[in-house]
């Protein structure tokens, strides 16, 4: 059975005509039925005083859609947009936010970037850079399998889009338009991508993604530029179109290419313009850092590449580590780290007992490098993450427990996922569910399942303040937290009388001991864990 398409519409630059917009989009729904989801690129905001503003705002008028649009592209319009991470501006009108994946529960996936592109430091706050395009990229090419994304919202247009292509008129593509923009969607390959700020109307050929001959076929990207609305020239702003998620389409369906499609025009361009010079590739240390390896039979020295020292007389340096702004408990390099207590070391990220644990076998995964959480990994980081959880489970397993996962992003600097094992004759998983549920209802806090296949990353974007759960099952319970939090939640959960009956646990300050007694905890744990540990394979 076929899926239903969404239908949806997209809008360019608003400039603060809401009335005029709306008002459109009520006679196009009167005319044609109703859609799903209205996208606004380029200004929302315009230079107009506030008081239309303030009726939709107040409530006195509403959208008729939910509608959706991206952040400021100029300092005027900055103060609308409070939170970074997104928020509802009136009924029915929400700010996406800085950057992010929006992921519909259809499944369509939406990827948005606010603001002008900006290769100055400090960034303003209505634009980008560099760092914010590897972000984004890196978070979607994370995930396994990916093939692209639905749809593409950026306010400039990518430079170069017109090669290849039909005319876009009088805007000169080959020197308007972001370089980074168009780096960005030769990397992610939306099916649609909107853009704005011309002030004029450009739906280009749709191009392939592939290389004919030399690569599988993939979908075609459909890139549409909107003008301003209720423009005197009468331009198009307002375009309406029918999608079905790409993750529920067949793959011949879906990579059926139009019959007037073209080459793609960003390839050659993006790999002189943008990534060689705008976004370079991250550096090479000339020092390679080095720290003890754990396994004392071989009594040598281990580099942070993951390599033996001396398996190559010519070892390949490092990329550089994301490096924190002041002094890091646990960046493994930091004077600060309590290295006593690392029990593994791999390429990207090590594992360490925790102070103060629930349990002598409680275990930390921690990246090398400085992230401050899950979401801001690169992929090479996720890959070992995974196998370090996969690893700790089979760990626990052999010995008669599973591990529950958790991780707090906030109030917190550097990445921390909690391993805390539970003796499978204590608990059944849907029991420990059911405490971390029960006890969050308890306390007001909104704690969701994340569906099934999803990725913590489709959910909560770089910097947003979050808690989430892991069972060993894979179910995933999250929650955004949005002002205040408790700080020991995942803690007095798993410490209750329903999971491991240690309340007085609770808090870990409570449950310090000597650091002879924690070396003690750490080589044994080492010497348990020694015959999984994927870290000392030749």
Known sequence: MAEKPLRLLACGDVEGKFDVLFNRVRTIQKKSGNFDLLLCVGNFFGST???????????????????????????????????????????????????????????????????????????????????????????LWSTSQFKGVDILLTSPWPKYVGNFGNSSGEVDTKKCGSDLISSLATGLKPRYHFAALEKTYYERLPYRNHIILQENAQHATRFIALANVGNPEKKKYLYAFSIVPMKLMDVAELVKQPPDVTENPYRKFVKQASIGKQIPAPEEDSACQFFFDLNEKQGRKRSSTGRDS???????????????????????????????????????????????????????????????????????????????????RRFFKSQGKRCILFERNYKSHHL???????????????????????????????????????????????????????????????????????????????????????????????????KEEEETLARHFRKDFEPFDFTLDD
């Open 416 to 514: 921390q996922l909690q391993v805390i094992p539970v003796p499978l004759s204590r608990c059944a998983t849907d029991d420990i569910k059911d405490a971390f549920i029960t006890q969050a209802q308890e306390q007001q806090i909104e704690l969701l399942e994340i569906p099934e296949h999803s990725d913590i990353k489709q959910i909560a974007q770089p910097g947003a303040a979050y808690f989430y759960v892991e069972l060993d099952t894979g179910e995933k319970l999250f929650h955004r937290i949005k002002k205040n939090f408790p700080l020991q939640f995942g803690r007095e959960v798993l410490a209750s009388e329903a999971i491991l009956n240690i309340p007085d646990k609770s808090d870990w300050r409570q449950c310090q001991i000597s």
């Open 49 to 139: 005083p506030d008081a239309e503003w303030e009726e939709y705002k107040t409530g006195i008028k509403k959208a008729p859609i939910q509608t959706y649009v991206l952040g400021a592209n100029n300092q005027e319009t900055v103060k609308y947009f409070q939170d970074v991470d997104g928020c509802e501006l009136a009924e029915n009108i929400t700010y996406l936010g800085r950057k992010g994946v929006f992921t519909g529960s259809s499944g369509l996936q939406i990827v948005y970037l606010s603001g002008t592109e900006s290769l100055n430091e400090p960034v303003p706050g209505y634009s980008f850079s560099p760092k914010d395009v590897i972000s984004l990229r890196t978070t």
């Open 310 to 392: 001396k398996s190559s007389p010519h070892p390949k340096q490092p990329r550089k580590l994301p490096q924190p702004p002041g002094p890091c408990w646990f960046c493994l390099a930091s004077p600060e780290v309590e290295k006593h207590l690392v029990v593994s070391i791999g390429t990207h990220c090590y594992l360490a007992l925790a102070k103060g644990g629930l349990s002598d076998d409680h275990v930390l995964i921690l990246p090398i490098g400085h992230y401050q959480s899950v979401v801001e990994l690169s992929a090479e980081v996720v890959e070992e993450v995974e196998q370090y959880k996969a690893t700790l």
